[in-house]
């Protein structure tokens, strides 16, 4: 029996090993967060609920992330095209704005220490805790997505992305879309029942 690279190899499903992964690693990160605002509502409904102001910084990084999508999509397209000079270039483009998300989110953080929101503990609130953990655990995948996108342009810069090997680039852009999709969830959410 032939060795196949990794990127040929399909189990008796058809579906590759590493797409079944990565769609069941992102149906528990649904899971988890459909569990965590579920929580949100109900505790919201509880009282002692107190009332703020998100960070502006909020919708900034919601533009942020877009932008990220849209340049992970065109790092994805680079590859199907074999353009290699726009696969890297827009993989950059796609660690910068990741990058910018996450420096977002720590002055989003600051913004609420300054406004007295803290994460548990004496004088804490629910309704903060509550805001730390949402923006918090989305900026951990966030940090997983960022380490796989690294992977995938150190990858690209052995030419071992392109029209014939797309499956590191296609899973990267699916889970890095995901994490575009789950913060615009967590954003209108916040929004509406903040």
């Known amino acids: 029996m032939a060795n196949f690279p990794i990127e040929d190899q399909n189990s008796r499903t058809g579906v590759h090993p590493l797409k079944f992964s990565l769609w069941l690693i992102i149906i528990s990160i649904i899971m988890m967060f459909a569990a965590f605002t579920s929580a949100y509502i109900v505790r919201r409904e509880e009282g002692n609920w107190l009332e703020f102001n998100l960070p502006n910084i909020l ?3 919601t533009f942020i992330i877009v932008l990220s999508s849209v340049s992970m999509q065109l790092a994805h397209n680079a590859a199907k095209h074999n353009n290699m000079g726009k696969l890297k270039l827009m993989l950059l483009i796609t660690l910068g704005l990741g990058t910018a998300f ?3 989110q720590w002055y989003g953080w600051a913004d609420l220490v300054q406004n007295n929101i803290y994460f548990g503990g004496t004088g804490s609130n629910p309704s903060g805790s509550f805001l730390y953990v949402l923006t918090g655990v989305h900026g ?10 690294l992977i995938v342009f150190m990858s690209s810069l052995k030419f071992k992305i392109h029209s014939k090997n797309m499956l590191r680039i296609q899973l990267c852009t699916v889970y890095w879309h995901f994490l575009g999709g789950l913060w615009l969830y967590l954003y209108i959410f916040l929004r509406i029942n903040h």
């Open 59 to 61: 919708l900034i990084n």
């Open 102 to 104: 996450l420096v977002g």
């Open 140 to 149: 951990f995948h966030l940090v997983t997505g960022l380490i796989f996108v």
